[in-house]
């Protein structure tokens, strides 16, 4: 499912124009973005939880070479879906 396929489905949905339905998913879309930048933890009840780790240092290996090398620390994003929406893709 993309982005516009979303949007649809609002237009459908719930009645807004196409416009208010985009702005709509482009906002909620800021304010998850935003939040994660910050840091900060994602809870959404019944689908699950959107959490920013970090990774430090670490020693890796170029496969082609076999040199070792360092991968740089960096943040990545996690998701924890909940127990409901993991009950609702197993039935």
């Keep these: 499912?993309?982005?516009?396929?979303?949007?649809?489905?609002i237009y459908e949905?719930?009645?807004?124009?196409?416009?208010?339905?985009?702005?709509?998913?482009?906002?909620?879309?800021?304010?998850?973005?935003?939040?994660?930048?910050d840091g900060d933890k994602i809870k959404i009840?019944?689908?699950?939880?959107?959490?920013?780790k970090s990774k430090a240092d670490r020693r890796g290996r170029n496969p082609q070479t076999g040199e070792e090398i360092t991968i740089t620390a960096r943040k990545i994003l996690t998701f924890k879906p909940s127990q409901v929406l993991k009950s609702s893709l197993n039935n």
């Design 45 to 52: 009840a019944g689908f699950g939880n959107f959490v920013v």
């Design 1 to 9: 499912m993309t982005k516009a396929d979303i949007v649809e489905k």
């Design 13 to 37: 949905k719930v009645g807004f124009s196409k416009k208010e339905s985009a702005e709509l998913v482009e906002m909620v879309f800021d304010i998850i973005k935003g939040t994660l930048e």
